[in-house]
T-cell receptor, first 116, second 115 residues
């Protein structure tokens, strides 16, 4: 069964450093998403991406964040200058078209980001 | 803006018993989807079940079923014959119909299945 993959599983960085989180969505999906979950809190939407453009973004997704689909398979989230409060689990997700369920988002296993 | 409320932070159930997790939501939209996701200790987000708002029939997936009450804006999850592997955090989520739309999650219910 196809699945979303994410690398690395755990990233430790110093405050102020840039990090890039990588995702490989399900191969025939067209829509891509990033979410984050601070420990013990609910999952929060960051951004959605379609046809090489951002479709929606939340207030969290400020100028420090950017997304890119550098090739036909990867989808990346870049944080330019990390802050302590960026420590969280970051989930990538993708959706449709797949068997008529284009609105169902499938999640990767997450990348735990720790900012020191 | 849409909101999703899960009023039960923690629940427990004996193995093989049935448990129901509650979820309510608020929206002015008419076309939308509702989901339950499961997050075990590994923290992976796993889709459990989905419901289209235009469908009156409640969705079922093996031991998992929902009670969708559109007028009451209620979307509860019933787990039958609970298994130890069902122990996880369960999140209710809402999405307006369309593509590349964001999911709005509730705060979650931690379910523990007791042996």
């Amino acid at each position: 069964e196809p699945e979303v993959t994410q690398t690395p599983s755990h990233q430790v960085t110093q405050m102020g450093q840039e990090v890039i989180l990588r995702c490989v969505p399900i191969s025939n999906h067209l829509y891509f998403y990033w979410y984050r979950q601070i420990l013990g809190q609910k999952v929060e939407f960051l951004v959605s991406f379609y046809n090489n453009e951002i479709s929606e973004k939340s207030e969290i997704f400020d100028d420090q964040f950017s997304v890119e689909r550098p090739d036909g398979s990867n989808f990346t989230l870049k944080i330019r200058s990390t802050k302590l409060e960026d420590s969280a689990m970051y989930f990538c997700a993708s959706s449709g078209p797949l068997a008529g369920r284009s609105d169902t988002q499938y999640f990767g296993p997450g990348t735990r980001l720790t900012v020191l | 803006a849409q909101t999703v409320t899960q009023s039960q932070p923690e629940m427990s159930v004996q193995e093989a018993e049935t448990v129901t997790l509650s979820c309510t939501y608020d929206t002015s939209e008419n076309n939308y989807y509702l989901f339950w996701y499961k997050q075990p200790p590994s923290r992976q987000m796993i889709l459990v079940i989905r419901q289209e708002a235009y469908k009156q029939q409640n969705a079922t997936e093996n031991r998992f079923s929902v009670n969708f009450q559109k007028a009451a804006k209620s979307f509860s999850l019933k787990i039958s014959d609970s298994q130890l592997g069902d122990t996880a955090m369960y999140f209710c989520a809402f999405m307006i119909s369309g593509s590349a739309r964001q999911l709005t999650f509730g705060s979650g219910t931690q379910l523990t299945v007791l042996p």
